[in-house]
């Protein structure tokens, strides 16, 4: 009971004070988590979430190897909204509320893989960055914001690039193709872009989607990419020309009020 008593009086301490702050480690997320990452060897998974902590798991035994911890303050100071690992397993690039001042909300903290030592900030970005994606060659790192806006980043000079023009909302989900050649973005403006990374040119603005557009992802031999939204539906497209091809799945539930209102009409 003393122990129990004095931990709880620390820990209201720390609460009242702005530095150090007292963070109890419970083993686990504690709430929403945003973003999940293999290394290439598949021995260990990384995630992050609005808890603040990137955690590291060995996948065999299931528990926790480590846990990198960056900026943390009160209420959304700290939230993690995307992570990242480049293909090699040498950087991890996280973003999100990483401060209280508006100067780092659009900022996207690189630390070293291995060490977990903050290598870089980049700031460019005007809000928050919503996802992140490294190049297969790692050289380049893309990023997405609520700024509505896509950067491509140099990871050696720290500088980037501005794809043109900006979509229409947030920006949720973005991929590199296997050559690193295309990037395709998904936007809560319901559209995604293809773009030609070497010339930082779009190639195709693709709609059709009704809602938010969460995800995207190419196929392994970059032939498709394949999309999924808040509306319910997974979406096929072209890899090479952002044409679409077709629906591959819809929610029952989606399909039955289509069914009801044709009847009603």
């Not at 992050?48 to 798991?57: E, H, L, Q, S």
């Not at 480590?66 to 090699?88: K, M, T």
């Not at 140099?154 to 990037?183: C, M, N, Q, W």
């Not at 999924?228 to 096929?236: A, E, M, P, Y």
Request: net charge neutral; charged share 25%.
């Amino acid at each position: 009971m003393k122990r129990l008593l004095l931990a709880l009086a620390l820990l209201s301490a720390a609460l009242r004070a702005e530095d150090p702050r007292l963070v109890i480690e419970s083993g686990g997320h504690l709430s929403i988590i945003y973003s999940v990452a293999f290394t290439r060897d598949g021995k260990y998974l990384v995630s992050a979430g609005d808890d603040k902590v990137v955690r590291v798991w060995d996948v065999n035994t299931g528990q926790v190897v480590r846990g990198l911890r960056g900026q943390i303050g009160e209420g959304q100071v700290g939230q993690l909204y995307a992570a990242a690992l480049s293909p090699d397993n040498r950087y991890l690039a996280v973003a999100g509320w990483l401060g209280a001042d508006a100067g780092t909300w659009g900022a996207i903290r690189i630390h070293d893989f291995q060490t977990g030592a903050v290598l870089a900030l980049l700031k460019g970005h005007t809000d928050v960055v919503a996802s992140l994606a490294f190049s297969p060659d790692n050289r380049h790192l893309a990023s997405g914001s609520h700024d509505k806006s896509v950067r491509i980043w140099d990871i050696e000079t720290k500088t980037s690039v501005t794809l043109s023009p900006e979509h229409g909302d947030a920006i949720y989900g973005l991929a590199f193709s296997p050559d690193g050649k295309r990037l395709v973005s998904g936007s809560d403006d319901h559209s995604l872009r293809l773009w030609d990374v070497t010339i930082a040119k779009p190639i195709r603005e693709m709609t059709g989607h009704q809602n938010w557009v969460r995800t995207a992802l190419f196929s392994p031999d970059g032939k498709y990419i394949v999309s999924g939204s808040n509306d319910k539906t997974i979406r096929l497209w072209d890899g090479h020309t952002g044409q679409f091809i077709g629906q591959l799945a819809e929610n029952e539930s989606r399909s039955e009020e289509r069914r009801v209102g044709k009847e009603c009409r």
